[in-house]
């Protein structure tokens, strides 16, 4: 027997790797990752050396070339059963095949024991131990039974052992995805519930957990801004108690610019501006409302227009602009009755008719216009008449018009009862057409051989001198006389002036 075969078989013990305390995890990160992998390589180099070294050295002389290994369940048994009866002397009284199948065993323990101390140390890392209990501890006892097992040379229950510890490992592996979304989703409730301390904690699970999570920047800095979406919640909940809905917008704003991805802050934005808006609403409403009642509907027309400004397709604005324009129609033929009522009364007929002619623009049925159009037509027109007949005295030479200026006047004195304004139009008229009925001495003078004709009274042929009695009034005489030209002289008749006319013809032709 070589010195080789003489040398007791190692095996590598199942340390596993510890989990950093929670409350450090994130401080110390760069730093545990810096051991885990030094700790990986020295575990690496060691399985190197298990796995291709160590076999050489066992087996070196003990197995000869072209002596199959046998690899079934039995053979295994035959091993296990084999080495636990040979006790600690792996050499004495054992066949070259034996040891093969023993070295073939242990090669399979090592193997799975290198995936199961992989595992376990990222596993470590992310904090298994924090979150996988109780599996987790379950894995390690199995790992701890394989390495007793192992020590033992029953390298068939080592390898059950270190497979069980390692698909339990390897559960919580799969589990990860999962876990890591019930973490981020209780940190996010956190932050809505504004638990500054409890999501600072669960950041740093979170990071431990997924530390590649490209969500962690953006967590870290939405819980920095929590303590300032905190207070404005706070006061935003203050304001709007006190009954100041604008200030409670404003501070509700300032949460969610403070953290833009806060649902309960946007939330409470949403619901204090509508509010606020309602209060508006109602506030405008509300003036609306009183404006009408004053009958001031310019500014109950804002008031409603902007309410319905502030909540669009609401219908009460709608039926409150139909109010004020029914009531701005009453009203406006309310005061079109009393003026109408008022310039009759004051005997401005035109005036009176205006008012009762817009009040039919907006109602061609409405009594009061019609009738009042009825009184004020005539009346207007006769006032017309009666104003101007004074002023055109002078026309009323003309016997037509002296007949329409009668004409009026006797309408005016067959109305009954009088007011002042018609009393004192009747007496101009008496006075105008005294003034036009009363004959004036005129004086046409001559040459004797001028024919004269005075337009509208008669001709008065070749005179040197002739007397008329002739009313107040313009008049116009013609002369003509053969060889010269035909002359036209207009003259005014006034019984309070020298009334005296020459007609002749001078210019020869």
Known sequence: MTEDQKQPLSATTFEPATSVPESVAVATKSDQSRLVYIALAV????????????????????????????????????????????????????????????????????????????????????????????VYGEALGKAASGDTAYRERNFIEATAQYQGALDQLSALESSLPERIESLHGILLTAIEMGDVLGAQARLNEFAEMAPADIRLVALDDRIGALPQVVDALTAATKAEESGDLAAAVNAAANATRADPAHKRAQGRLVDLQSALTRQQFTGAMTGGYTALNAQDFDLAETQFRSAAQLIPGAPEPASAL????????????????????????????????????????????????????????????????????????????????MGLAQQTLAEAEAIANPGPQLLSQITAARAALDYASTPVIVAITSDSLTDVTLLRVRRLGSLAEETLSLRPGSYTAVGMRNGYRDVRVTFEVRPDQRNTVDVRCVEAI
């Open 322 to 401: 139909l109010e004020l324009d029914q009531a701005r129609t009453q009203s406006t033929l309310i005061r079109l009755r009393e003026q109408g009522a008022r310039a009759e009364a004051e005997e401005r007929w035109t005036d009176a008719l205006t008012h009762y002619e817009a009040a039919l623009e907006i109602d061609a049925l409405m009594l009061f216009a019609t009738e009042g159009a009825a009184r004020a037509a005539p009346r207007a027109e006769l006032d017309t008449r009666l104003e101007k007949l004074p002023a055109e005295r002078d026309r009323l030479v003309d016997a037509r018009i």
């Open 43 to 134: 575990i690496s180099a060691l399985l190197l050396f298990v796995f291709f070294v160590l076999p050489q050295l066992v087996s070196h002389g003990e197995s000869g070339p072209g002596i199959p290994v046998s690899s079934n369940s039995e053979d295994h048994a035959v091993s296990a059963s084999t080495s636990q009866n040979t006790g600690t002397d792996a050499g004495t009284g054992r066949s070259p095949f034996a040891e093969a199948q023993e070295s073939a065993l242990r090669r399979d323990a090592q193997e799975i024991l290198q995936s199961l101390l992989s595992l376990q140390a990222s596993l470590a890392e992310r904090g298994a131990k924090r979150w996988g209990e109780p």
